[in-house]
């Protein structure tokens, strides 16, 4: 790939690094993949002391607006000129909107000034879907138009990938799913590094700890998974990592329900320190209320734990009950309790998860073997160009 001429491909996002979530992720591990291509990203300013203009690893990111959260508003009218001036008004290889959102709408109105320019819409989108339309309002319709408009779709699930047929979409959209940096998630900390991690959370050495690392909202059923607690015999403990909205009702909740002792607020972790604090723990729980793909099953799986999950949204992709996981129900804090009991009695089911989770998130999702895929569906979408 390095001695093919780049191609250039302008990328339409709501926001960018330093403000992240699994979609910029995701993105920064792919293009950091691809030196063949050229990428510019335009995306709303959002945060004051942002550049305008700057390169972060393979993508020179151009931000609009005056660094204030209604920045996105404005992105749709002003970010189609500014990727008309980063390309010097050349229509570019390929048109790239990281999901159906601000970025979306953003890149229909430069497909409209640019009639020749090939999109790819990449679904990473993790709320409800009705979430989706009911935000979109009296723009439905444009929200349509972006998966009409679009001449190749990459859904991170099969879930995705439905919906956006259900949308509009004529294709097939192809199912890529994110991927993990495995080698740091499988990298194995020392006992005494265990051991102190725990001390650290307050936790005992022969406590069962039930972990869980997401934003703290309500589709993320952390409260499910504190509840759950009152099932579970009192050396049952709860890590929670992250930070939320919901953070103070979490905490209120914890003190309602007499679990002071039982849960720990690790608050917002960087993901250099996720795998230690995974692996100091016994079972990864994320009772989640809807998901498109769910990375951080992935990395849990990565990191040598046991899984359990909801059968919503793009979880079914890789969660197969009692293979490489075990399901819970939504809104039930009960039905975590018997998974959990079941992955600590069933003879034989730890050990069995821990190895076919990692054997699949290796043979599946590692970060190669996605952007070569992501690279496959560029040059193909160039190539009919």
Known sequence: MSDEPQKRVIIFATTYYPLVGG???ALKEVSDRLPGWQFDLVCAKIQHGLKNTEKIGNITVHRVGFGRPWDKFLLPFLGPFVALQATSFKLPSATWSLMASWGGFTALV??????????????QEGDP???YAKRAGKLEFLHHKIFQRADAVQAISKFLADWAVKMGFKGTPEVVPNGVDIAKFAHKISSDERAALRQSFGFASDDIILVTASRLSLKNGIDDLIRSLTYLPSNFKALIAGEGEDGEKLKVLVEQKGLRERVAFLGKKTHDELPGILQSADIFVRASLSEGLGNSFLEAMAAGLPIIGTPVGGIPDFLSDGETGVFCQPR??????????RIQQEPGLRERLIETGQALVKDEYDWEGVSSRIDRMLKLLTSAA
């Not at 430069?110 to 679904?123: E, S």
């Open 129 to 131: 879907l009705e979430h």
């Open 23 to 25: 979609a910029e992720v």
């Open 332 to 341: 039930n804090p009960e039905s975590i309790a018997i998974a959990v009991k």
């Open 110 to 123: 430069y497909t409209w000034l640019r009639p020749g320019a090939k999109l790819l819409l990449t679904l």
